[in-house]
T-cell receptor
Framework: RKEVEQDPGPFNVPEGATVAFNCTYS??????FFWYRQDCRKEPKLLMS???SGNEDGRFTAQLNRASQYISLLIRDSKLSDSATYLC??????????FGTGTRLTVIP | SAVISQKPSRDICQRGTSLTIQCQVD?????MFWYRQQPGQSLTLIAT?????????ESGFVIDKFPISRPNLTFSTLTVSNMSPEDSSIYLC???????????FGSGTRLTVV
């Protein structure tokens, strides 16, 4: 079983839509979680960290459910520029990062 | 946030040769990481590089194939040795650059072995 699993998509949504991605992790000892954004042929870039209480950054909201071992990312009012692959990442132990395969999002005009 | 400069950005190499990838961080970092990402797949950790000690390799990766140097707290190299077409991939370096910024990545090296 993979450490981090996420639906690869693709998710094709119209501009202005709300879209949600879920991700599950297998290691209950994982202590920190992140969402990264990766544009085509570019390196991953940190979108946001995910805290137990949930956190919001503008149109983006991340939630963590430790009991069910899943993480979610909600994007409201989607923009064309949101089109990218979103990577779910779990940190276990000292600097052991586990990446999901990514969920591809395409926002359509 | 920190900036990591990685080069070369891409290369096409003959099988049997070696390529060294360099990463320079604009601040001192304790640990640097080297990843491989094959098309449509997730990032796979190759090894963790600490300054002043040998790198720690993940299962499936060995020092003879992927020697790593970490001469100081801002620089690291990864060499892909005796390349074969199966080594064609994107190679990325990374470092933890603070709790606020998480892990920062270099821009990647797209390697094609022919």
């Amino acid at each position: 079983r993979k450490e981090v699993e996420q639906d690869p998509g693709p998710f094709n949504v119209p501009e202005g839509a709300t879209v949600a991605f879920n991700c599950t992790y297998s290691n209950s000892a994982s202590q920190s979680f992140f969402w990264y954004r990766q544009d085509c042929r570019k390196e991953p870039k940190l979108l946001m960290s995910v805290y137990s209480s949930g956190n919001e950054d503008g149109r983006f909201t991340a939630q963590l459910n430790r009991a069910s071992q899943y993480i979610s990312l909600l994007i409201r009012d989607s923009k064309l520029s949101d089109s990218a692959t979103y990577l779910c990442v779990a940190l276990t132990g000292a600097n052991n990062l586990f990446f999901g395969t990514g969920t591809r999002l395409t926002v359509i005009p | 946030s920190a900036v990591i400069s990685q080069k070369p950005s891409r290369d096409i190499c003959q099988r049997g040769t070696s390529l060294t990838i360099q990463c320079q961080v604009d601040s001192q970092v304790t640990m640097m990481f080297w990843y491989r990402q094959q098309p449509g797949q997730s990032l796979t950790l190759i090894a963790t590089a600490n300054q002043g000690s040998e790198a720690t390799y993940e299962s499936g990766f060995v020092i003879d194939k992927f020697p790593i140097s970490r001469p100081n707290l801002t620089f690291s190299t990864l060499t892909v040795s005796n390349m074969s077409p199966e080594d064609s991939s994107i190679y990325l370096c990374s470092a933890e650059t603070g709790a606020l910024y998480g892990y920062t990545f270099g821009s990647g090296t797209r390697l094609t072995v022919v």
